[in-house]
């Protein structure tokens, strides 16, 4: 697939909204119309064609698909299936230019062409907690939109063709993973695929990397903070070490700050950490562009020509001004296979949506900017409410990750006695770092919990990094686990 992306680079954001406006309307009448069973329903519901839809504010009459829409339930249990795109011969034979291409080049050959369109080929599942990971179908053009969309993140990066890579990502059927392989293949730069802690584990991929010296790492923040505290406790030189890619999860400051110095003490004082952001149903992910370590990131970078990124009041479901905090919803605008219109992802950005040019990189592509919260995991774990409170486990995460002498740590959710039936404790495990004392880096931790989020922990334990890696999951789990819930359900 030919990225447009590079031509859209230099559009102003009145243009860039028309031409999204444009291929909606194109994307809405030829793909998802006439073969996709949920939106058939829902605009016949509404009384809806694609001709509704003239500007990109035309999209609030349909309405958001949340992450419940798509679980299956006991009377629809292959729900999952409305989602996809299944193509109808018939309709597609009427396509203008199918007539033309079958004279010009053979039936065979549309054929094949259409097959690359909507034979679903590949799979990825929704990551979460949620008890029931939804699947999601890609076509070969979606795989090439992957591609595509990867290699927009390697230049985004500012990668280099000549550098070697290490992708860290756990080897799942999870878009991370399967986004910087194709990214790796597409922008044609040497890659590793570790799989992670759970197929190499810590002492594994810090084999590779003392082996393969690589220039840009690419994982999961947690895991990756893992591998480098190892590495500098075995005093591991890595000084051609460039880019630390992070993804997966959301980055705090603190973690970002603590990444860094553990590149500095490897001898790469001038790494990089960029972070990256995307979920299963966008099939895509989005870069931040390299700035000065004491610059304030300029965002994610969108690729316009792909998929439409709104910003709305979480309450409301109104929109919102550019560069006004809300949450990020998406609709793709060229996707095959599973397409989900209006999807409300739950995550909330501080900095919202703007369409200056870059300051650092100067491309015109619209950023998403400021602080991620993702409140979806949080939702779906009943978390809200903790200890009779509403709990900001987001800032609490900002917290932890931002205070002194904190290193690896875990909060964990139980109940007093293991009686589901009475009241919920919080214990925080931490591993300490550079020096301190344990009671007064206690009593700082519970303070600024509670100056935070409003509550005490009931215990803090400090392990040591071996029992920590346990707790989180490194080597166990697919992804690591820095919040916990321990509660036993009422029966
Ligand atoms: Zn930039």
């Not at 919080?426 to 600024?448: A, C, N, P, Y």
Request: glycine content about 8%; proline content about 6%.
């Amino acid at each position: 697939m030919k990225l447009l992306w590079d031509q859209w680079q230099g559009l102003p954001e009145t243009v860039i909204r028309q031409r999204q406006a444009a291929r909606l309307q194109h994307f809405l009448r030829d793909a998802v119309l006439p073969f996709s069973a949920h939106y058939q329903q829902i605009f016949r519901e509404r009384n809806l064609t694609a001709d509704a839809f003239e500007s990109l504010e035309d999209l609030d009459r349909l309405p958001f698909t949340t992450k419940a829409d798509l679980l299956n339930t006991s009377n629809r249990p292959d729900h999952f299936r409305d989602f996809i795109l299944v193509p109808d011969e018939k309709i597609l034979a009427r396509r203008p230019g199918t007539i033309c291409r079958a004279l010009l080049q053979g039936r065979a050959a549309v054929r094949k062409r259409f097959e690359a369109e909507f034979r679903p080929v590949f799979m990825t599942f929704t990551t979460g907690r949620a008890a029931d990971p939804v699947p999601f179908l890609d076509t070969q053009q979606d795989l090439d939109m992957l591609a595509a969309a990867g290699k927009g993140v390697m230049e985004v990066c500012g990668a280099r063709r000549e550098a070697s890579l290490l992708n860290a990502f756990p080897y799942a059927p999870h878009l991370a993973f399967w986004l910087a392989h194709y990214a790796g293949t597409e922008f044609g730069a040497m890659m590793f695929s570790s799989g992670g802690g759970k197929v190499m584990g810590t002492d594994g991929t810090l084999r590779l990397i003392k082996k393969m010296k690589p220039d840009d790492l690419i994982g999961i923040p947690t895991f990756l903070y893992h591998v480098l505290s190892q590495a500098v406790a075995e005093k591991v030189r890595c000084e051609n070490l460039r880019n630390i890619v992070l993804g997966g999860e959301k980055v705090s400051d603190g973690l970002r700050e603590k990444l860094r110095d553990l590149a500095a003490e490897l001898g790469a004082p001038n790494a990089r950490i960029l972070s990256t952001y995307g979920f299963t149903e966008s099939k895509m992910a989005w870069a931040e562009c390299p700035c000065p370590a004491d610059k304030p990131s300029a965002g994610y970078h969108l690729y316009p020509d792909l998929g439409v990124v709104e910003i709305i009041d979480p309450k409301t479901g109104g929109p919102v001004g550019t560069e006004s905090p809300g949450e990020i919803v998406f609709t793709p605008l060229a996707a095959r296979g599973t397409v989900v219109l209006r999807y409300r992802t739950g995550d909330c950005i501080d900095g919202g949506l703007t369409y200056e040019p870059c300051p650092y990189c100067h491309r015109r592509v619209p950023r998403l900017v400021g602080r991620i919260s993702r409140s979806s995991e949080i939702k779906e774990m009943n978390l809200d409410k903790i200890k009779g409170t509403l709990v900001d486990f987001n800032e609490l995460e900002h917290v932890l990750d931002d205070a002194p002498h904190v290193g690896a740590w875990q909060l964990e959710l139980r109940k007093a006695n293991d009686d589901p039936l009475e009241r919920d404790e919080i214990i925080l495990h931490v591993h300490k770092i550079d020096g301190g004392d344990e009671t007064q880096l206690s009593r700082e931790l519970s303070e600024r919990c509670f100056r935070i989020a409003d509550v005490h922990p009931n215990k803090i334990l400090f392990h040591d990094v071996e029992k920590l890696r346990e707790l989180q999951g490194v080597g166990t789990q697919i992804k690591e686990q820095k919040l916990v819930d321990h509660r036993p359900k009422v029966k």
